[in-house]
């Protein structure tokens, strides 16, 4: 557990964005998109049974196109200041990409907003064409080893482009390429010039870790799908779509010794997991976005119906897939027949307040049917002198009562911090995530655990308009 006592300078900058203009793009970016915050936290932290006092750097910068976070920190062991010395904490730094991670991404460009968007960094919230595999991904749910990937969406011409998502520079891992096409982009025929459709690949040789000893061989995955832009206005934005995707067999010696241990202890679904094998599935869907009133409220809503068979999960790829690779895979073998609705609705007031919420529902919920809920919301200006800030997701959801008990399945960060005076604020941070947890042994294992940080501190809002 993290126990903080915090020092929060926060410096916020506005900045005005262009945006490319695309009729099958829709509405432009507000305030909220491209805000910029600089926070440097000081204070005493616990972790694990040691004790460390220190700070961290995290500017996040937004002007124009580019975007950069980072978060760099500095904490130092007590005992060793006990002993007149400055012991550094280094396991954010060492591993895998190492300095790199110190960024926690570097942007160009808004993902379809923009001819040419790409992100190094931290993937969370990431998705390809219309989600049917990846979508609500996260490379990163171990905070500490957080992983540098790289997100892209290209379109050099008006009737071709790529998007693509590979989770992870430090080793062999997830990558997912869609190549698409707008084949009547040029025609300024309405609805027919905004036709999309595009051709998902994604495949997974993970070997990181050992949660990742079935998807070693390879998790592969393929998918189409096609869409059109069917209302296009100053007001209202209407998507429509369809997508079918597969999820190819992972056919190992390890993978087939779990299954038969599996099969063993449930002899009901013996027959159901014996036989697991390639699976696929449709999905049908629409987008309505909603801007009312001059930007005072913005809607985005999202509607689509599921039809899948056994062995199948619809937005495989997602952030609960990387917390452990090999359990959803495993998991795969006992999930029959699906149909369910997916739903995520967001809304954005006055540029200042924004909340989210999604759904992934079988009909039918159960273990073998499981459900996925994410949330989202940040009302960091409505409400006078708060800040608060939240964002969820949880998957394998065997019912809806179970959605909000954090375990291994779960990720959520959330800040609420109150303005006391003009320049200081009081609240507390906290964080879900799994994090490296030094055993009595020597050992070290990554566990979930929880952060929580009280702090105090100067918050000095600076709002500049940069055109």
Do not use: C
């Not at 990558?175 to 459709?197: G, K």
């Not at 997508?243 to 013996?270: F, G, M």
Request: proline share 4%; charged share 20%.
């Amino acid at each position: 557990m993290f126990l903080g006592l915090l020092l929060n300078l926060s410096i916020t900058i506005y900045a005005q964005e262009d945006t490319y203009e695309d009729p099958s793009i829709g509405f432009g970016l507000n305030a909220m998109d491209s805000a910029s915050v600089l926070k440097i936290p000081f204070g005493y932290t616990r972790i694990g049974d040691q004790q460390f006092i220190g700070f961290r750097v995290q500017p996040e910068i937004s002007i124009w196109k580019i975007g950069v976070g980072l978060d760099i920190p500095f904490l130092f062991n007590l005992d060793s200041l006990q002993d007149g010395k400055f012991q550094l904490r280094e396991d954010e730094y060492t591993g895998g990409v190492g300095l790199l991670r110190m960024f926690r991404y570097i942007r160009y460009g808004f993902k379809k907003r923009d001819k040419v968007y790409a992100k190094i960094g931290d993937m969370t919230g990431e998705y390809i064409g219309f989600g049917g595999l990846v979508n609500n991904y996260s490379n990163a749910p171990n905070f500490e080893k957080r992983k540098v990937g790289l997100s892209l969406d290209v379109r050099p011409v008006p009737y071709a482009g790529l998007e693509g998502i590979y989770s992870d520079f430090s080793t062999t891992s997830m990558l997912a390429l869609r190549p698409y096409t707008r084949p009547f982009a040029t025609t300024e025929i309405p609805i027919v010039e905004t036709i999309e459709a595009g051709l998902i690949i994604v495949t997974d040789n993970d070997r990181s870790s050992d949660s990742t000893a079935f998807v070693r061989s390879g998790m592969n995955a393929w998918g189409v799908d096609i869409g059109a832009t069917i209302i296009n206005t100053s007001f209202l934005q209407l998507v429509g779509y369809m997508q079918y995707s597969r999820l190819r067999q992972v056919d190992t010696d390890t993978l087939r010794s779990a299954l038969a241990a599996e099969a063993l202890l449930n002899p009901n679904k013996a027959d159901l997991i014996s036989n697991y094998k390639s699976a696929g599935g449709f999905s049908i869907g629409a987008n309505v976005k909603l801007n009312l009133i001059a930007n005072i409220f913005n809607l985005d809503a999202r509607l689509e119906r599921l039809w899948y068979g056994n062995y199948y999960r619809p937005q495989f790829f997602n952030a609960v897939y990387e917390i452990n690779k090999d359990r959803a895979i495993l998991n795969l073998a006992s999930t029959e027949r699906i149909t369910g609705t997916y739903g995520v609705l967001t809304g954005t007031l006055l540029n200042n307040l924004r909340i989210s919420g999604g759904l992934l529902f079988p009909d039918n919920i159960s273990a073998e049917k499981p459900a996925l809920i994410h949330l989202g919301a940040d009302a960091s200006e409505i409400i006078p002198k708060w800040i608060l800030t939240a964002n969820y997701i949880k998957g394998d959801l065997a019912n809806l009562g179970e959605a909000f008990i954090l375990d291994e399945r779960s990720l959520l960060t959330a800040r609420m911090a109150y303005r006391v005076a003009s320049i200081f604020a009081v609240g507390v941070d906290y964080r879900w995530t799994f994090a490296r947890i030094a055993e009595e042994d020597g050992t070290e294992n990554v566990e979930a655990t929880n952060y929580v940080m009280p702090y105090f501190g100067l918050y000095v809002p600076l709002n500049l308009n940069i055109n």
